[in-house]
């Protein structure tokens, strides 16, 4: 009798079990695979994530042609968070490419931010922007790199 009291009294201070979802969002499980988080320091602009990527929810523009800088750009609204980019990554283990215990929160009135997810998302000012400014970002990956690659042809052709 006297266990079962303090059992019921514990119960009756202690913090609840369940999560008041809806109204707070579930918490990922251990070793959840969420989103793609860059670090561009690390980064040897190998593109071998972005040719890996099922859905192309990675987009590198080349944004100088006399550096080769590339501007590395992640739609995680694309992203289905397979893991393939960070496991074909050279420089994964150092950091560049982590997948991390997070999902993407719902787009809402707001956009989130942050370094970590790249260029596309941090330009994204209204939600309702997303799909129209991937498809340009599609676009200039493809005209940047052809213009990088006759970039570096009519380099070669000078030095001949
Ligand atoms: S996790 Fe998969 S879908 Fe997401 S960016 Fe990486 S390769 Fe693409
Ligand atoms: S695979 Fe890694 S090193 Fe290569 S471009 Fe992607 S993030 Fe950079």
Not at 71 to 99: F, M, S, T, W
Not at 135 to 151: C, D, G, L, Q, T
Request: aromatic share 12%; with cysteine.
């Amino acid at each position: 009798m006297l266990k079962m009291f303090i059992e019921s009294f514990k119960n009756l201070v202690s913090e609840p079990e369940t999560i008041k979802y809806p109204f707070s969002p579930s918490p990922e499980p251990k070793g959840y695979r969420g989103v793609i988080h860059y670090n561009e320091e690390l980064c040897i602009f190998c593109d071998k994530c972005e040719n890996i990527c099922p859905p192309g929810a990675i987009k590198f523009v080349v944004v100088d042609y006399e550096s080769g800088k590339k501007e590395y750009n992640y739609n995680p609204y694309l992203c289905i968070y397979c893991g393939a980019c960070v496991r074909e990554c050279p420089k994964a283990d150092d950091g560049c490419l982590v997948q991390v215990e997070k999902r993407m929160p719902p787009l809402g009135r707001s956009v989130p931010k942050g370094k970590e997810l790249g260029y596309f998302i941090n330009r994204i000012e209204n939600p309702k922007e997303v799909e129209i400014k991937w498809r340009e970002i599609e676009e200039m990956n493809v005209k940047s790199k052809e213009e990088y690659k006759a970039y570096k042809r009519a380099k070669r052709v000078k030095k001949i």
